[in-house]
């Protein structure tokens, strides 16, 4: 099932003995927070908590990241992609202040420590809540953990030992006042048990908070709280009867009042033998210094890095920027499984009926979209992440690349969604779940890999010559397997079938999803998009050839590169002259709504004329993709129209950003069915916008008719996009998903800090 091309990564690369600073991460970006190591069986550790005492009942346990649970805003403030990190997490009227850094020793990734600070959200405010914080460590297979019990629940430390760890210690300290090292007096719980799986970890601590406990510093009258166990002792009931679980789980509860710290240390062994005097504990005064001096070279860091405040950024702006990055670094997960693939039946629409296939298991190293609604990888956003994180860290795309092509299947062909774990699985509707090596997806990752080529930098040359294979591999399928009606056009497999409830089957490899397409599907189709995407990678593939000395490759790739930078060929294929712009083509008719057909409820109803092969009149972000991907000579006379239509009012411009859709158009803000409202249908998006800036600065740096036309239009973009991004962030605390192209307020889910971040690159002029 897998490629057989050398891995671009060695086989052991993300083991502590080769990538030690990489091996403990934030690697659960779906929990509030939490790390793990990059392992198939990885040892995890995560934070729990609930405020005692505010409702009825049992008190609301916060652990994922959940869209509508209330929480927020929250995010990552630092956050450098390896060893250090702080977030602000606002939760009612409490402040969580979650921070780790690492210590390298030893040989299997070193210490690390984290201080968890809970404070009333209002300062000056009398009421002091009683809060549970639940710490806890899962191991996933044989490894072996021992808690060693002091006083009233109380566990001293947990000593551990696993094959890829060695043996190991974690500490929860006595909690202190914030800021300083004075003792608080907190309430223990506990509770040890076999793992029941990592979806069911909630739960399971929901169904065991049903003890009442008193919480009773020295002077001060009892307060009652619930609380897991009062002392250590093995449950192995499984949660409501499920099968067992492999590994343990053991949680640690301590309660106290607001404001206060707790620090949890967890110590390595080998950091500790041979010779040298053993490091002293990361925790109290030494834990503040350590993090203050990593907050401080981040700050360094990221200003020699992207210059915000060298071109005038306001500090604002500036620590906007800083949250977009981070937000995405700490976003960034280790998921290892398999997934679920539907074979290419070789034949479109066949009524055959063919299972799911599991996937060989596989790992992966991947930004996120959204921690809260998409915590898992995305093929498209993914190269799009890459092009922020790759200024910041390069060796973090080389990985993250790395492991994507890692996916490759025998034909060449990766999945768009990467559902890879339980813990992933538990959050995807099932129809998400398979998915079809018939469908393709755009190949963003060519866009970092261009930006390597242009760096010239050895490591990523030495890491490109390893992938090439595999890249030549993915678009040579990319290549034959979408190839269109006619020669050189391009057809994105898998639009959906059109159904009476459906105004416009929608196109989901393509990533625009609901842009509508021609109205009535066919394999008569030409998608102007897939032509640009191919033509980008046919250049990137052919450069990339010639630079590595691949002479096979090049010969192989040239023609198809010659044959596709003609302007001739996307003329003949995808210039509407009746439109004035590029358009897709197939069977189509303006002549279709959605109306009320009780008791069907919407339904589609296709008028006059009727459909026939012809231009798609969508005007939108599809329009624009010549330009988008600079496949325009800057002498082209398509350019100046091109511009017209996103600098006109009515059609693309807003005073937020690019509209997705022309606001013309009879699409425009549509629903695509009754439960289905519109998505890529006029709002803002920051990824095209992102690429349109870099058009925009492209062909306003090149000598042509257009050149000052383009630099003013850049200008005015950067500062209707930029400014949107930072009212939203300060008035809402999120990068959103989406924004509306009316009053520009962010849409759709939140925090979205996977392409939205690309907001940093636009304010750093960084294209």
């Excluded at 003995?17 to 990489?22: E, K, N, R, W």
């Excluded at 990552?76 to 602000?88: L, P, Y």
């Excluded at 639009?495 to 066919?522: E, F, I, M, V």
């Amino acid at each position: 099932m897998l490629h057989s091309a050398p891995p671009a990564l060695p086989p052991d690369s993300s083991s502590p003995t080769v990538a030690p600073d990489l091996f403990w991460g934030t690697y659960r970006p779906h929990v509030y927070f939490g790390m793990k190591t990059r392992s198939p069986q990885p040892l995890l550790t995560g934070l729990m908590w609930a405020q005692q005492g505010t409702t009825p009942g049992t008190p609301k346990l916060r652990h994922t990241c959940e869209q509508g649970d209330g929480v927020g805003p929250y995010g990552w403030e630092f956050h450098d992609g390896v060893s250090f990190g702080r977030q602000h997490i606002q939760d009612g009227a409490l402040r969580l202040t979650t921070e780790f850094v690492k210590r390298p020793g030893g040989q299997h990734g070193g210490d690390w420590s984290w201080r968890v600070t809970v404070e009333p959200q209002a300062s000056g405010t009398s009421a002091r809540p009683l809060v549970s914080l639940f710490f806890y460590v899962v191991t996933d297979g044989k490894e072996v953990l021992v808690p060693e019990v002091g006083a009233k629940g109380q566990l001293k430390f947990i000593s551990g030992h696993t094959s890829e760890l060695g043996d190991f210690r974690f500490t929860l300290l006595a909690p202190t006042s914030p800021g300083d090292t004075t003792p608080k007096y907190g309430s223990y719980n506990v509770f040890w048990s076999s793992n029941p799986g990592l979806p069911l970890l909630t739960e399971m601590v929901k169904s065991r908070l049903n003890h009442w406990f008193q919480h009773q510093p020295p002077g001060a009258s009892p307060e009652r709280y619930l609380g897991l166990p009062g002392s250590l002792k093995w449950d192995d009931r499984g949660p409501s009867g499920q099968g067992q679980g492999q590994g343990q789980f053991l949680i640690q509860q301590v309660t106290l009042k607001v404001p206060f710290s707790v620090e949890l240390v967890f110590e390595s062994g080998s950091a500790r033998t041979g010779g040298s005097q053993a490091p002293e504990q990361l925790a109290g005064r030494l834990l503040t210094h350590t993090l203050e001096s990593h907050a401080e070279a981040f700050r360094e860091r990221f200003e020699k890095t992207f210059r915000l405040k060298e071109k005038g950024l306001s500090p604002e702006e500036q620590a906007l920027g800083q949250a977009a990055l981070s937000g995405l670094l700490g976003g960034i997960g280790y998921f290892y499984g398999q997934g679920l693939v539907l074979p290419d039946m070789e034949v479109e629409g066949s009524e055959q009926k063919v299972d799911p296939v599991l996937f060989p298991s596989v790992p992966l190293f991947t930004a996120v979209p959204s921690r809260s609604f998409f915590p898992r990888g995305f093929l498209w956003d993914e190269g799009f992440h890459q092009l922020v994180i790759q200024r910041w860290d390069p060796r973090l795309t080389r990985e993250a690349i790395g492991h994507w092509l890692g996916l490759l299947n025998a034909d060449g062909w990766i999945g768009r969604e990467q559902v890879l774990g339980d813990e992933a699985r538990a959050r995807v509707p099932s129809e998400f779940l398979v998915q079809r090596t018939a469908h393709a997806n755009p190949p963003t990752l060519l866009l970092p890999v261009a930006h390597m080529l242009d760096s010239g930098d050895p490591a990523d040359l030495a890491f490109l010559r390893r992938a090439f294979p595999r890249l030549h591999a993915w678009f040579s399928w990319l290549h034959h397997s979408q190839a269109g009606p006619v020669p050189l056009s391009y057809r994105w497999r898998g639009r959906d079938p059109a159904l009476p409830t459906l105004l416009n089957p929608k196109t989901l490899p393509s990533g625009l999803d609901d842009y509508p397409r021609a109205s009535h599907p066919s394999a008569s189709e030409r998608h102007l998009d897939l032509w640009c995407w191919v033509a980008l990678g046919s250049r990137v593939l052919m450069r990339l050839a010639k630079q590595l000395g691949e002479a096979e490759a090049a010969a192989e790739l040239g023609p198809l590169a010659a044959s596709l930078e003609a302007e001739e060929s996307l003329d003949e294929l995808h210039w509407a002259p009746e439109l004035g712009v590029f358009a897709d083509f197939g069977n189509h008719t303006k002549a279709v709504q959605l109306k009320p057909r009780p008791p069907q409820g919407l339904m589609r109803v296709v008028g006059r004329p009727h459909p026939h092969l012809q231009f798609v009149d969508a005007l939108g972000y599809v329009s624009l993709f010549p330009f988008l991907l600079r496949l325009l000579d800057p002498n082209s006379p398509r350019l100046g129209p091109m511009l017209d239509v996103l600098a006109d009012r009515r059609q693309l411009w807003s005073p937020f950003g690019l509209r997705s859709l022309a606001a013309s158009s009879p699409f425009y803000s549509q629903r695509n069915s009754e439960h289905d409202p519109p998505y890529w249908r006029g709002a803002v998006w920051l990824n095209v916008n992102y690429l349109a800036l870099g058009a925009l600065h492209y062909y306003g740096h090149l000598e042509g008719p257009h050149q000052a036309r383009a630099a003013r239009l850049h200008r005015e973009l950067r500062a209707n996009l930029v400014g949107n991004v930072r009212r939203q962030y300060q008035a809402t605390g999120f990068l959103w998903e989406q924004y509306s192209d009316q009053d520009g307020r962010g849409m759709g889910c939140r925090p979205f800090q996977g392409w939205t971040s690309l907001v940093l690159l636009a304010m750093a002029e960084d294209y």
